[in-house]
């Protein structure tokens, strides 16, 4: 029974809860329905504002551009207005200048009319002064003009009876000419400046400290260095520098080398000494061979052995009165292949015997002796040919020249030494003289402008239009020459050339 009860009582309380649930469940549909009609109408609101908000910035820059365009059409009107003023003021301008063109015209049609006049006057007056001229000489016009031509026939044969002697003059020194010729074209195509070298050299120093480590203790490591590389190490009162001094510039640039990866390195004690320094002279060779390669194919010259090409590297740290010896070589190689192609002569034996020509300088340091014989002798060793080792030894007349190109190095040689610019001693006097010719010329009246060309061989005078006429610079030619040649001593021949320059400018408008 009491079963029963709860069984009943157990299924009327699940319908309870499931119609209480289905209630629940019908209530919050009916609210979520209207929550959502909400949010749409929200959302329409919110469109229909967004829209319109829209639609008023829309018209609002559509205004602002049509006021913009409205300004620029008004820009543009105000610019067509000015340009069509300044055409109608053109055309007054050209058509009051054609009125003054054909004033001119009717001007000139009578002068023209009054020219004619007046010539027919002169014809007429001037046969009748050579009727009264025939009348008084007792000649007629015919046997004037027979004399006339007589003497001017013997002026002329004077005149080139002495331009006969000229030429016959200058054909004796064509020869010598031509020589000239070459020789300053050699010079003006090879030109270059010297390079100084001094017998120290300075390496700087992070700090005053890095002093005493090199000195090393009791001196141990700078007498290292010193003894490896030959030179010496001045270290004194100057702050942050050591100087290295020696004559040998080889030296001096394996021990500043070395010195400055020391420092770098931080590490100086006499085996590191001897390992960097070690290090630094094979470093310091293949470079050397390197800057013989470069300048052996620059030169076209093939077939130089490893030992000629790192004596050649050599002497680019060799000087001579102040020239570089690599640089002198290289400038003698070019100016001799060239001489040698005027001459129709071996160019590659010219340029091979002008590279290697001073090779003995290398040695001469370390020895005694002509550094021509020696550099013959290495060349020699080189494996040269013997008419490049004759050349090599007698470019300074040690031995007797057996070919063309020997004669054509020591040209060459004595060029590149001696032209102006290439040492020190030359260079003042050569500038000097260009001074001298300038002043010369223009020291006389008329002259605007001077320029001395060609190494001073040649002058070149501009004067003024208005000052100087065309025969007066035929004067003026004849006068600065003779100026030159009374007050200045010089080799060859100074040419002397005035420009009257007449320029007519004009205006298109």
Not at 60 to 85: C, G, S, T
Not at 202 to 219: F, H, N, Q, Y
Not at 405 to 432: F, M, T
């Given at each position: 029974m009491n079963i029963g009860i709860i069984l009943l009582v157990s299924v009327a309380t699940g319908v309870v809860g499931y119609m209480a649930r289905s209630y629940l469940g019908k209530i919050r549909l009916r609210s979520s329905e209207a929550q959502a009609q909400r949010i749409i109408q929200d959302a329409k609101r919110e469109a229909e504002a967004k829209r319109k908000?829209?639609?008023?910035?829309?018209?609002?820059?559509?205004?602002?551009?049509?006021?913009?365009?409205?300004?620029?059409?008004?820009?543009?009107?105000?610019?067509?207005?000015?340009?069509?003023?300044?055409?109608?003021?053109?055309?007054?301008?050209?058509?009051?200048?054609?009125?003054?063109?054909?004033?001119?015209?009717?001007?000139?049609?009578?002068?023209?009319?009054?020219?004619?006049?007046?010539?027919?006057?002169?014809?007429?007056?001037?046969?009748?002064?050579?009727?009264?001229?025939?009348?008084?000489?007792?000649?007629?016009?015919?046997?004037?003009?027979?004399?006339?031509?007589?003497?001017?026939?013997?002026?002329?044969?004077?005149?080139?009876?002495?331009?006969?002697?000229?030429i016959e003059e200058e054909?004796?020194?064509?020869?010598?000419?031509?020589?000239?010729?070459?020789?300053?074209?050699?010079?003006?195509?090879?030109?270059?400046?010297?390079?100084?070298?001094?017998?120290?050299?300075?390496?700087?120093?992070?700090?005053?400290?890095?002093?005493?480590?090199?000195?090393?203790?009791?001196?141990?490591?700078?007498?290292?260095?010193?003894?490896?590389?030959?030179?010496?190490?001045?270290?004194?009162?100057?702050?942050e520098v050591v100087v290295i001094s020696g004559y040998d510039p080889v030296r001096r640039e394996i021990a500043r080398l070395a010195l400055e990866r020391l420092i770098q390195n931080g590490r100086i004690h006499p085996a590191r000494i001897e390992e960097v320094v070690e290090k630094v002279k094979l470093e310091l060779e293949e470079s050397m061979v390197d800057e013989g390669e470069k300048y052996a194919f620059e030169l076209g010259i093939p077939g130089l052995s490893r030992d000629a090409l790192l004596h050649v590297g050599k002497l680019k740290y060799r000087t001579s009165y102040g020239q570089n010896v690599l640089s002198h070589s290289i400038e003698v190689a070019n100016i001799a292949a060239i001489m040698a192609g005027e001459l129709k002569l071996d160019v590659q034996v010219a340029k091979r015997a002008g590279l290697l020509h001073d090779i003995g300088k290398v040695a001469v340091v370390e020895g005694e002796g002509s550094h021509a014989l020696i550099g013959a002798d290495m060349a020699k060793k080189y494996g040269e040919s013997e008419k490049v080792i004759n050349i090599i030894a007698s470019h300074h007349n040690d031995k007797e020249p057996e070919s063309f190109e020997a004669l054509i190095i020591q040209v060459a040689d004595a060029i590149s030494a001696s032209r102006p610019g290439a040492r020190r001693e030359?260079?003042?006097?050569?500038?000097?003289?260009?001074?001298?010719?300038?002043?010369?010329?223009?020291?006389?009246?008329?002259?605007?402008?001077?320029?001395?060309?060609?190494?001073?061989?040649?002058?070149?005078?501009?004067?003024?239009?208005?000052?100087?006429?065309?025969?007066?610079?035929?004067?003026?030619?004849?006068?600065?020459?003779?100026?030159?040649?009374?007050e200045l001593k010089y080799p060859g021949i100074v040419r002397v050339t005035v420009i009257r320059e007449t320029r007519a400018v004009e205006f298109a408008k």
């Amino acid at each position: 029974m009491n079963i029963g009860i709860i069984l009943l009582v157990s299924v009327a309380t699940g319908v309870v809860g499931y119609m209480a649930r289905s209630y629940l469940g019908k209530i919050r549909l009916r609210s979520s329905e209207a929550q959502a009609q909400r949010i749409i109408q929200d959302a329409k609101r919110e469109a229909e504002a967004k829209r319109k908000e829209l639609l008023l910035e829309a018209k609002d820059q559509l205004l602002q551009e049509k006021n913009l365009l409205e300004k620029e059409m008004r820009e543009r009107r105000q610019e067509i207005a000015n340009i069509e003023k300044r055409y109608m003021q053109k055309e007054e301008n050209l058509d009051a200048k054609v009125n003054q063109v054909e004033k001119r015209e009717k001007e000139i049609e009578v002068r023209e009319s009054d020219v004619s006049e007046k010539e027919a006057e002169l014809t007429k007056e001037f046969e009748r002064y050579l009727k009264e001229l025939e009348r008084i000489s007792g000649l007629t016009q015919d046997q004037a003009k027979a004399q006339l031509m007589k003497s001017l026939e013997d002026n002329a044969r004077f005149e080139a009876l002495k331009i006969v002697n000229k030429i016959e003059e200058e054909a004796r020194r064509s020869a010598d000419k031509k020589a000239k010729d070459i020789v300053i074209q050699s010079i003006q195509r090879n030109v270059t400046e010297f390079t100084s070298e001094n017998t120290v050299t300075a390496v700087t120093l992070p700090s005053d400290d890095m002093k005493g480590r090199i000195i090393g203790r009791e001196g141990r490591n700078i007498r290292t260095l010193e003894s490896l590389t030959g030179v010496d190490m001045i270290i004194d009162d100057t702050p942050e520098v050591v100087v290295i001094s020696g004559y040998d510039p080889v030296r001096r640039e394996i021990a500043r080398l070395a010195l400055e990866r020391l420092i770098q390195n931080g590490r100086i004690h006499p085996a590191r000494i001897e390992e960097v320094v070690e290090k630094v002279k094979l470093e310091l060779e293949e470079s050397m061979v390197d800057e013989g390669e470069k300048y052996a194919f620059e030169l076209g010259i093939p077939g130089l052995s490893r030992d000629a090409l790192l004596h050649v590297g050599k002497l680019k740290y060799r000087t001579s009165y102040g020239q570089n010896v690599l640089s002198h070589s290289i400038e003698v190689a070019n100016i001799a292949a060239i001489m040698a192609g005027e001459l129709k002569l071996d160019v590659q034996v010219a340029k091979r015997a002008g590279l290697l020509h001073d090779i003995g300088k290398v040695a001469v340091v370390e020895g005694e002796g002509s550094h021509a014989l020696i550099g013959a002798d290495m060349a020699k060793k080189y494996g040269e040919s013997e008419k490049v080792i004759n050349i090599i030894a007698s470019h300074h007349n040690d031995k007797e020249p057996e070919s063309f190109e020997a004669l054509i190095i020591q040209v060459a040689d004595a060029i590149s030494a001696s032209r102006p610019g290439a040492r020190r001693e030359s260079l003042e006097n050569y500038v000097k003289r260009l001074e001298d010719l300038e002043n010369i010329a223009t020291s006389f009246k008329g002259v605007e402008k001077c320029f001395a060309i060609q190494a001073g061989r040649e002058i070149r005078v501009l004067v003024s239009n208005d000052l100087v006429s065309d025969e007066r610079a035929q004067i003026l030619a004849r006068e600065v020459a003779g100026r030159i040649e009374n007050e200045l001593k010089y080799p060859g021949i100074v040419r002397v050339t005035v420009i009257r320059e007449t320029r007519a400018v004009e205006f298109a408008k």
